[in-house]
């Protein structure tokens, strides 16, 4: 799930993003991962980090590839860079 701390975080690592010059979408609406897997296909989307409540506890996110479906878990303090470097 998605609770305040993982929201708080995400909405960090969006700044951050951002600030670098990374254009970067952020779900606020409650939906399911589903719509919220769709939203990011439809928005053409190269990556979503997907980071809810467990991932934050274990200092993980997964980094999904959009455009060909693969997956890697990121350590919290490599996130960043990773996505930089896979811009």
Do not use: C, H, W
């Amino acid at each position: 799930g998605l609770g305040a701390a993982a929201r708080m975080a995400n909405l960090k690592l969006a700044g951050e993003l951002r600030n670098a010059g990374i254009p970067v979408m952020t779900e606020l609406e409650e939906r399911s991962f589903k719509a919220q897997m769709r939203s990011a296909n439809r928005s053409q989307a190269q990556f979503a980090v997907l980071r809810g409540d467990n991932e934050l506890a274990s200092g993980v996110a997964t980094v999904k590839n959009m455009s060909d479906g693969s997956q890697v878990e990121v350590k919290e303090d490599e996130l960043f860079d990773y996505i930089i470097k896979s811009f």
